[in-house]
């Protein structure tokens, strides 16, 4: 028997973590503009998030997911679970605080 009805393959895959990008990128957006409308301050440390510094830049913004998506992947896409931290914080929370503690709060 052929398999000439299997499609896709990874080509499917590809696009489908494509169009996840993108809708990743204009969630991030909307909530970076919000947050920086507001002044928001960063989840972990209350401190001031630098809106002109770039991505590598330990204080610029980052976007956290308060319940890590490796434990709750439905809320990956819930503007809830998603918190403003600076890099640096974001990459040292992910470390210093495990799920126990962050549902604590
Ligand atoms: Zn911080």
Request: with cysteine; proline share 9%.
């Amino acid at each position: 028997m052929p398999r000439g009805g299997r499609r896709g393959g990874p080509g499917v895959a590809e696009r489908q973590s494509d169009r996840n990008r993108g809708r990743y990128l204009r969630l991030r957006k909307m909530l970076m503009t919000n947050w920086r409308a507001q002044r928001a301050r960063c989840w972990f440390c209350g401190g001031e998030v630098d809106w002109t510094a770039r991505h590598p830049d330990p204080r610029s913004p980052e976007l956290h997911h308060l319940v890590p998506v490796s434990v709750a992947p439905q809320l990956e896409w819930d503007p809830t679970n998603m918190k403003l931290s600076h890099r640096l914080c974001n990459s040292l929370g992910q470390a210093a605080f495990g799920p126990t503690t962050i549902r604590a709060r």
